[in-house]
């Protein structure tokens, strides 16, 4: 799988569960301590196939409790 597909899966799998949960970008963007503005352009990358911030990511998928990364230490 390459980097474009596996961003444009983590899209799809944040946005259904926004849709699950019947938020709005701006509930979720203020829960992760981000503008509407900011999460809808990262939206927009991940859709598009690039990478977003690895610490976005991680507050995305603690405030929707979804898993997207896993670390093993």
């Given at each position: 799988m390459t980097e474009k597909e596996i961003a444009k899966k983590?899209?799809?799998k944040i946005d259904m569960k926004i849709?699950?949960?019947?938020l709005t970008y701006q509930e979720v963007a203020k829960n992760i301590g981000?503008?509407?503005q900011n999460f809808s352009d990262q939206m927009l990358n991940l859709k598009g196939g690039k990478f977003i911030?690895?610490?976005t990511l991680l507050?995305?998928?603690?405030f929707l409790d979804i898993k997207l990364i896993s670390f093993y230490i």
């Open positions: 983590m899209y799809s849709f699950e949960k019947k981000t503008s509407k911030n690895l610490r507050k995305i998928q603690n």
